[in-house]
């Protein structure tokens, strides 16, 4: 990585502070990314895309607070009106066909399984740096 390039801001949606702990571990692990932050709610995680302008959203679709009446993919809907660049990855344990094909069709980049699946955030972020980098370097 070049020093002048800029670090992958990343957002989570996620309500259980383990699963935001591990991917921060994640994150550390990766040179160019920067953690700026955790939202627990859909109207949270909207303020925090606001102010924060990150460019991957890690989004789980249970979000307790949210419950009944909506879930992060709501929020995944909502997102992709407002902000149809940032890159959407769904992170939940339920990996469901149904659950991974609504996602996708609505937007979602990439649709992950917390329970077996964890390192692949890891491999997208990087993919994502190293197509970054070459779109700058085509642009110079």
Do not use: H, W
Request: hydrophobic letters at 40%; proline letters at 4%.
């Amino acid at each position: 990585m070049s020093n002048n390039s800029i670090a992958l801001k990343i957002i989570t949606v996620e309500d259980s502070p383990i699963v935001v702990d591990r991917v921060q571990s994640l994150l550390n692990e990766i040179s160019s990314t920067e953690f700026k932050g955790n939202a627990t709610n859909i109207s949270s995680a909207l303020n925090l895309i606001k102010v924060e302008q990150p460019d991957v959203v890690i989004l789980d679709i249970s979000l307790e607070e949210d419950k009944p009446r909506a879930s992060g993919i709501n929020l995944l809907i909502d997102i992709r009106k407002k902000y149809p660049d940032l890159i959407i990855i769904m992170f939940t344990n339920l990996s469901e066909p149904q659950y991974r094909n609504s996602c996708m069709a609505l937007g979602a980049n990439y649709f992950f399984d917390k329970s077996n699946e964890f390192e692949k955030i890891t491999e997208v972020l990087e993919e994502v740096i190293k197509n970054r980098e070459q779109v700058k370097k085509l642009a110079i």
